[in-house]
């Protein structure tokens, strides 16, 4: 598995604004995803950060509203840009690592809530 | 194309049995179970890769159906910690190691 952590835990902003969100892995890894998790709702990916080259973002999803930074292996930062209350949501990062057998899995941060006014 | 899950929810009583479904209308290369309780992270539980395969996890088994591609969950004498809602996440080979997830299936044990 992995040690994720994520700051901050949970905010509450003002719209017009901007927040960064970080997430810190304990060891390397390759692959990081960002995800959006509306109240009750499933994961949506919003995209896919690998060190050293620009992140990939789903349909739905655009650099200047959720600019990713992956400055080294075990970092990287989320920003939700120009926040609307629409943005209100859990953030949540993950980290692709090896399980069994050959195969990898994602594991799971412990996700920013943000509340946007 | 998000999997489809079913049942949406499901409350038991402690020690029942419940089975979660998982379809895709795409070719699966994987898929993999997790579960999420309130306020909390989602905690893998398990992976499926080959078509019939089952894996385990305390008392909670996985199957993986290819050629019908999907997956099911089984819960097994199920316990109040088993509690939170399930996502799977299907992975086919054109994604790579990208999860689409499944709309979740809320589960409540009861003593």
């Known amino acids: 598995s992995a040690v994720i952590s994520q700051k901050p835990s949970r905010d509450i902003c003002q719209r017009g604004t901007s927040l960064t969100i970080q997430c810190q892995v304990d060891?390397?890894?390759?692959?990081m995803f960002w995800y959006r998790q509306q109240p009750g709702q499933s994961l949506t990916l919003i995209a896919t950060a690998n060190q050293g080259s620009e992140a990939t973002y789903e349909s739905g999803f655009v650099i200047d509203k959720f600019p990713i930074s992956r400055p080294n292996l075990t970092f990287s930062t989320l920003t939700v840009s120009n926040m609307s209350p629409e943005d209100s949501s859990i953030y949540l990062c993950s980290v692709l690592r090896p399980y069994r057998g050959g195969t990898d899995t994602q594991y799971f941060g412990p996700g920013t809530r943000l509340t946007v006014l | 194309q998000q999997p489809v899950q079913s049942p949406q929810a499901v409350i038991l009583r402690e020690g029942e049995d419940a089975v979660i479904n998982c379809s895709s209308s795409k070719a699966l290369y994987s898929v993999h179970w997790y579960r999420q309780k309130h306020g909390e992270a989602p905690v893998f539980l398990m992976i499926?890769?080959?078509?019939?395969e089952q894996k385990g996890h305390e008392k909670i088994s996985a199957s993986f159906n290819e050629k019908k591609q999907q997956s099911s969950l089984y819960l097994t004498a199920s316990q109040l910690s088993y509690s939170g809602t399930y996502f799977c996440g299907t992975e086919n080979r054109a994604a790579g190691n990208k999860l689409t997830f499944g709309g979740g299936t809320r589960v409540l044990v009861k003593p």
């Open positions: 499926l890769l080959k078509g019939g």
């Open positions: 060891s390397q890894v390759t692959m």
